[in-house]
C-alpha cells in the first residue's frame, strides 16, 4: 500500500482511496513546470506504478490551484544545443510513453494551466477533467521550437487534425469550455469537486474487473497503430484470454443468481 511519498522533491503520490493513486506535480514556485529533476522523478514513479499490483486506478494533477503543469522549463531549454534539445525531447516522450503505456487507467484531473509540456503530459493520460480555471495550448512556436513531447501526434488524434494544426501553429490558449466543446477534455466540474470528481469515477472504473479493464486499456493502445481489422483481431485475442480469469468467472456465475 503506498502511503503519501515525499521522498522526491517535486513530485507527490499518495493513495487516496484503496487501488487508487494520486500523483501531484509539486513545484508551486515554478507553476509545475517541468525541468529535467521532475521528469526524472516522474519516470521514476510511472515506473514503480507500472509495476504495482495493488494500483488500480491513477490521477494526475497539479498541486495549488493555478496549475497542472504549465509546460516544460523554458529556462533549461534556453541553453540548449541542437543535440541537448533532442536528448530532451526524447526523454520527455519515453517518459510520457510511459504514462500512456501504464496497465492501469490514468485520469488527468486538470487544475489550471496545462500548456506546452503540461498539455502534452495531459494527452498521455486516458482522459482529461478539467476546473474552469485550466487553460489548454501548445505555444511552442512562439519559443522558436515544435512540440517535442507528442503533441504532434496524441493532439491530433484526441480533437482531430484541423483543430490540432490550429491550435499548434497559433499558438493560441483556450478555456477549459473550449477544450470540453473540441473533445480535449470530458467534464468541466468547479475547482473543489476536481479531484472528488476524478476519484469517484476512479472508483467507478476499480469496481469492474480488473484484468477487463486492463485488457480494454491494451486492445485501444495497440489499435491506434493498427488498421482496424488487424486491431479487431487483436481485441479477439484479449477478448479470449479474459475467459482464462477468475473474474470473468466469478462474475458470470453471479449473473444467473443475481437475476
Not at 38 to 54: G, H, I, N
Not at 61 to 86: H, N, P, S, W, Y
Not at 162 to 173: C, D, H, N, R, S
Not at 210 to 230: C, E, M
Request: charged residues 25%.
Amino acid at each position: 500500500m503506498i502511503t503519501e511519498t515525499t521522498g522526491w522533491k517535486n513530485v507527490r503520490i499518495r493513495e487516496e482511496e484503496e487501488g487508487i493513486a494520486v500523483v501531484r506535480i509539486a513545484r508551486p514556485e515554478a507553476l509545475n513546470a517541468l525541468n529535467v529533476e521532475t521528469m526524472k522523478e516522474l519516470d521514476c514513479l510511472f515506473s514503480m506504478l507500472q509495476t504495482d499490483p495493488e494500483i488500480d486506478v491513477v490521477i494526475v494533477t497539479g498541486e495549488g490551484e493555478r496549475a497542472f503543469v504549465a509546460g516544460a522549463d523554458i529556462k533549461e531549454m534556453a541553453a540548449m544545443d541542437t543535440l541537448e534539445g533532442r536528448k530532451w525531447g526524447l526523454y520527455g516522450q519515453q517518459v510520457l510513453q510511459r504514462l500512456e503505456d501504464m496497465v492501469q487507467p490514468v485520469i488527468a484531473a486538470v487544475n489550471g494551466f496545462a500548456l506546452g509540456g503540461g498539455c502534452e503530459l495531459a494527452l498521455a493520460c486516458d482522459f482529461r477533467y478539467a476546473a474552469p480555471n485550466a487553460v489548454f495550448g501548445q505555444p511552442e512556436v512562439k519559443w522558436g521550437i515544435c512540440a517535442g513531447f507528442g503533441a504532434t501526434q496524441r493532439l491530433v488524434r484526441a480533437v482531430g487534425p484541423g483543430m490540432a494544426k490550429e491550435l499548434l501553429y497559433t499558438a493560441e490558449f483556450i478555456s477549459a469550455e473550449e477544450a470540453l466543446r473540441i473533445g480535449l477534455v470530458n467534464r468541466v466540474v468547479p475547482q473543489e469537486e476536481l479531484l472528488p470528481t476524478a476519484l469517484a469515477t476512479a472508483k467507478t472504473i476499480r469496481a469492474n474487473a480488473k484484468q477487463a479493464v486492463q485488457s480494454t486499456k491494451q486492445a485501444i493502445l495497440h489499435g491506434q497503430d493498427l488498421d482496424q481489422r488487424a486491431g479487431i483481431a487483436y481485441e479477439a485475442q484479449l477478448f479470449g484470454m479474459c475467459f482464462a480469469t477468475a473474474e470473468q468467472k466469478e462474475r458470470m456465475a453471479s449473473f444467473g443468481k443475481k437475476k
